[in-house]
Structures are given as C-alpha cells and as structure tokens.
C-alpha cells in the first residue's frame, strides 16, 4: 500500500516535529501507520540489547540493525535471559517482528574465509557465538561481511565460507545468513555478485541463506544504479546471477567516493555521488516492500538524523522525478554534500594518477585491517 496520506500533510517538517506518546515514552519521530516499507536505521545497543528497541522507536523506524555485542571485540558478556525477555516483550510492544524485522550486522574482523585455521576456527566461533544470540532473541535474520580470501586462492576461500556457513547452518535452528555485498575488490569476497552466487551455489540449505544489497557498496564495487535504467540493470543483474528469492534486505546509504572507487564510506541520502534520485526509486521500488531497508549513514553521535532520514524516505514515496519539491530537495541536499564530494573526488583521482604510474601490485584495499582502518561508525 502507499503513503496515503493527503498532499497536504506530506510535508517532512509536520512529520518529524509531531511527537506521539507511546505509554510513557515520547518518540520524537513518529511512525506512520501507512508507510508502505520497512524503513529502519542502524541504532545502539548502548546500556543493553532492549535499549534498541526503543532507540528503534524514537527515530520511527519499521526495522532496525544492531550489534549483537562490541563489533571490535572477540569475546563479549552473555545476552542475559532477563535482558533478552525484554527485548522480545518490547518489540512485541512495539510491532516489530523479530524474525523479519531485525537484521543484526555481524563482527567487521569475522573473516570465515581466512586461510589460516586457527584464525579462521577463531572467526567461525565469534560467528556461531552471533548466530547463537539472535536464536536467544528470536531474531530470523544476520547480516555479515564475507570476509577476504587474503592471499589464498580465491576459489578456495568461496569454498571455506560455504563450508563455514554449513557447518554454522547445523549448529543452529531458524537464523538466516545474509551476505551482503562489498565495496572493494581484490582478495575481497563480495563486491562482484558472481562471488555471493558461487557462495550459495555452495550451501546445502538453501533457505538459511540470503544477501544484503547495501547501495554504497553496489555503487563503490562499480554497478551504477542512478537512474531508473541503470537501477533496473542492476537488478536485472542481481535476479539473473543470484535471484529475487535470496534477496533478505537492504543497506542504504549515499557514497561519499565516486562510482567504481571500491571505497567503502558511506554519505547521507543525497549528500554523495549517488544523490537523492536513487533513494527515491527505491522509496517506490514495489519489490522492496516487505524486507528492512536499513540506513547505515554517518550520523555521529547524532540519531536524530535517522529520524530525519527516515522521514524523508516516507517522502519519497508516490513523488515521480519531475516532481517539483523533490527537485528542490534533491538540488539542497546535493548543495550540501557538494564540499565533500568535491575533496573525496580529488583524492580518488590523485590516486588512479599514482596507480597508473606504478606497476600492478596486489591491492591493499582486499585486506579486513584496511577496511576496519576507514570504516564508518555502522560499517
Ligand atoms: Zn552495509
Ligand atoms: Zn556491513
């Protein structure tokens, strides 16, 4: 269903300043009850796994992503049985169903794809250890990075994951794996779709396993996705490597690099290279209806951005390109990201200049210390 509210009232200052109160807590961004997709943010756990629920709640989120425990950390206290009741009695609470609804982001360093087996026992321990903590929470779905081959055979490593993935599968009941796709190339699983196609080729219980499109890596790994042909070549694409079916979720987020950088750094919704355009096809994009859309955006310590973000995604939706508010909207937002993009285009193109001049050498941006070296705060 779309938004159906009138003309009038769509507008984002009347959404985002009217607060509603749900028992005793006041939200600041308020859901609508008709918002046709599963908009959501990328919120903290801060103080306890529950704490996300209503974190969830204020920036009027219809699903959400978080960390199942300190994504820099090997190890990590125990959900307890009270905290994880909690969880499950206020997303009840709320109405957010935990088993489509919440997509947990796995550990940066779990690399299930590493060559040495201590280190990779060491990554499928962390992993099952998440696994094992959405089951606690009745949360159905997981998303993770697929990891490097590093300097091993690549083939080889797709087969490591998959067999990880397998033995992960056996050793739980219900949560679905979901790969998402990646920024970087090189020893970097993920950024081509062939690679996730080959991984799932490779996993015997086929529903277990699912992909996460997240829109800057997409953009960054070099599929273009600006326009509405070029988003639907995309998915073209996606439907014939992979297929609809396995498609679980989605990350969204403007690139403050240019198409093809392979750098993973994230921008808000039309501040970047991407633009507001892209957000608005997909805010009406009928296939994405019934999965989280999750926004991983900078925001610092400021959610209250989410809330922004999330209300302008509501506005998106039913507004057709020529519309003229969104042309407004998306020459503003554009204005303000223009400094940025502006610095980030200079140094993706001193590089390829350095590059050029230098003999081919094993790209570093494959290796998981230089992606957790720049990732931004959700990545
Ligand atoms: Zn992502
Ligand atoms: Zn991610």
């Not at 009270?82 to 779990?110: M, V, W």
């Not at 690399?111 to 696994?131: G, T």
């Not at 993935?165 to 779709?193: C, P, R, W, Y």
């Amino acid at each position: 269903m779309a938004n159906l509210l009138p003309a009038t009232t769509k507008t984002m200052k009347k959404a985002s300043t009217k607060a509603t109160s749900k028992g005793s807590k006041t939200f600041k961004y308020p859901r609508v009850a008709d918002c046709a997709f599963k908009f959501g943010a990328h919120v903290s756990t801060s103080g306890g796994v529950s704490n996300a629920v209503t974190n969830a709640m204020d920036v009027g989120a219809y699903s959400f992503a978080m960390f199942l425990k300190s994504p820099r950390k090997w190890v990590s206290p125990e959900i307890k049985d009270e905290e994880a009741a909690n969880f499950k009695q206020l997303c009840e609470k709320h109405g957010y169903d935990p088993r489509t609804d919440i997509l947990p982001h796995g550990s940066y360093f779990i690399n299930l794809a590493n060559p040495d087996a201590e280190k990779e026992q060491k990554a499928f321990d962390s992993f099952v250890d998440d696994l094992k903590r959405c089951e606690k929470l009745n949360i159905g779905l997981y998303n993770f990075h697929p990891g490097s081959s590093l300097d091993s055979d690549h083939k080889e490593a797709l087969a490591r994951l998959a067999k990880n993935i397998n033995k992960a599968i056996e050793q739980t009941d219900f949560v679905k794996i979901v790969i998402e796709n990646m920024a970087g190339h090189g020893n970097l699983i993920g950024s081509d779709l062939q690679d996730i196609r080959d991984v799932i080729d490779m996993v015997e219980n086929k529903e277990r396993v699912g992909v996460c499109v997240d829109t800057c890596h997409t953009f960054a790994a070099g599929y273009d996705i600006r326009t509405e042909k070029d988003y639907h070549t995309f998915w073209n694409k996606f439907e014939t490597v992979i297929g609809w079916k396995y498609l679980s979720a989605i990350h969204l987020n403007d690139s403050k690099a240019p198409l093809g950088a392979n750098r993973d750094l994230h921008q808000k919704l039309g501040y970047g290279f991407l633009g507001l355009e892209v957000f608005r096809i997909i805010a009406n994009d009928e296939k994405l209806k019934k999965i989280p859309i999750i926004l991983e955006t900078p925001v610092g310590n400021d959610d209250s951005i989410y809330g922004e973000e999330i209300k302008l995604l509501e506005w998106l939706q039913d507004r057709s390109i020529d519309d003229v508010d969104f042309i407004k909207k998306s020459s503003e937002l554009s204005s303000s990201g223009a400094k940025e993009r502006a610095e980030h285009l200079k140094k993706f193109e001193d590089k390829a200049k350095k590059t050029a001049k230098k003999p081919a050498t094993k790209r570093k941006s494959g290796s998981i210390d230089s992606m957790l070296s720049k990732k931004p705060k959700t990545e």
